[in-house]
C-alpha cells in the first residue's frame, strides 16, 4: 500500500492540547515540515513563549528553550550571537510580542538580530481567557472590553508587521493568513522565505499570521475564519512588507534582491 499522507518528523508524536479550530496547529505543521524539508531538524533552536504554546517545545522535534512572558527575542539574541550556525526562531503570541514583550520585539529588529520571529495574532489573550491585546479590534468584545474595544478608551490596535517593517534592522516581513488550502501553502512558503533570510546570514526576519481562537471568541470553528476574513483582514492586511524582492534557489541560496541600503555596511 501506497503512503499518501504520515505524520511530519518535524513533530513530536505528543497530541496537540489546542481547541479545535485553532490555528496554532497548522502553523506548528508548516514550520516543523520546513524544518524537515529545509533540514534544519538538527540545527534549529525553538524559542518558546507564554501563552498557549507555552509548551510548544513539547511539539516542535527540535531543541528548544522556555522563555519568560515577552522574552522570547531577547533569549534567542543570547542564543543566536553564541551559536551562530543554528536557526534559532520565536514563536510568540499577540499578548506576549505586543505587549508584554514590546521592548524585546522592537530592539531585537532594530538591531537586526539574524533570528526569525513567528507571530501569532490571534486578536487577544488565549490562554488567560480571552482579555484585550494590542490587535484586539475596535468594536471587539473580549472579557476586559465588554462593551467593544474603544478608541477613546483603549486606544487603537497595533499593526506589528508594519511597525517592524520600519525599522532598518528589519530584513523580511510579511503578514499571511491560514484560512484555506492556498493561504497555507503561502504562509508555508513564508515560513520556509524566514529560514533562509536566516541561513544567508542578512538579518532580522518577520512573518505575522493571521490565527483563530474560536473559544474565546465565542464562535464556531468555521464561523471564526470567517469573522478572520471580514473583521480581521481589512485592520491587519496580508502581504509582504519588506524583503518581497529577496529571491532564494531550491537549496536556500540568496539568488535575488538586496538587504537596504548601507544594512551591509553596518553589519560587517
Ligand atoms: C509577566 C506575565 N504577565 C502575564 C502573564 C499571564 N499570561 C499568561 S499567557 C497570557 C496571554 C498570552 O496571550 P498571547 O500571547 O496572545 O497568546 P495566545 O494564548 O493568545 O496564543 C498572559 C497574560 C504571565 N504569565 N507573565
Ligand atoms: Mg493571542
Redesign the pocket.
Known amino acids: 500500500m501506497a503512503v499518501v499522507f504520515k505524520p511530519t518528523e518535524g513533530l513530536t508524536d505528543k497530541p496537540f492540547h489546542y481547541c479545535p479550530g485553532c490555528c496554532?496547529g497548522i502553523i506548528h505543521r508548516i514550520i516543523a515540515e520546513s524544518m524537515v524539508e529545509m533540514d534544519l531538524l538538527n540545527s534549529a533552536v525553538e524559542v518558546a513563549?507564554?501563552?498557549?504554546?507555552?509548551n510548544s517545545y513539547e511539539y516542535f522535534n527540535c531543541d528548544a528553550v522556555q522563555a519568560?512572558?515577552?522574552r522570547a527575542p531577547a533569549v534567542a539574541t543570547g542564543i543566536k550571537r553564541n551559536l551562530k550556525d543554528q536557526t534559532v526562531f520565536t514563536y510568540?503570541?499577540?499578548?506576549?510580542?505586543a505587549s508584554?514583550g514590546t521592548a524585546e520585539i522592537i530592539h531585537a529588529a532594530a538591531r537586526g538580530e539574524k533570528i526569525t520571529v513567528f507571530f501569532?495574532n490571534?486578536a487577544?489573550?488565549?490562554?488567560?481567557s480571552g482579555?484585550m491585546?494590542p490587535t484586539t479590534l475596535l468594536g471587539q468584545v473580549t472579557t476586559t472590553s465588554p462593551f467593544g474595544r474603544d478608541a477613546s478608551y483603549q486606544g487603537y490596535p497595533i499593526n506589528v508587521s508594519e511597525l517592524i517593517a520600519n525599522l532598518t534592522g528589519a530584513v523580511y516581513v510579511e503578514r499571511v493568513c491560514l484560512t484555506d488550502y492556498k493561504n497555507i501553502m503561502n504562509a508555508k512558503r513564508a515560513v520556509q522565505k524566514a529560514f533562509n533570510v536566516q541561513k544567508n546570514n542578512l538579518g532580522f526576519s518577520f512573518v505575522e499570521f493571521l490565527s483563530t481562537?474560536p473559544t474565546n471568541w465565542g464562535k464556531e470553528p468555521v464561523a471564526a475564519l470567517d469573522w478572520l476574513k471580514e473583521k480581521m483582514i481589512p485592520q491587519y492586511p496580508l502581504g509582504c512588507f519588506k524583503g518581497e524582492d529577496l529571491k532564494f534557489d531550491a537549496s536556500g541560496n540568496l539568488i535575488a534582491g538586496e538587504v537596504h541600503a548601507g544594512e551591509k555596511e553596518v553589519r560587517a
Open positions: 496554532h513563549s507564554v501563552g498557549c504554546t507555552y519568560a512572558h515577552g510568540q503570541g499577540d499578548g506576549d510580542l508584554i501569532v490571534n487577544v489573550y488565549g490562554m488567560t482579555q491585546a481562537c
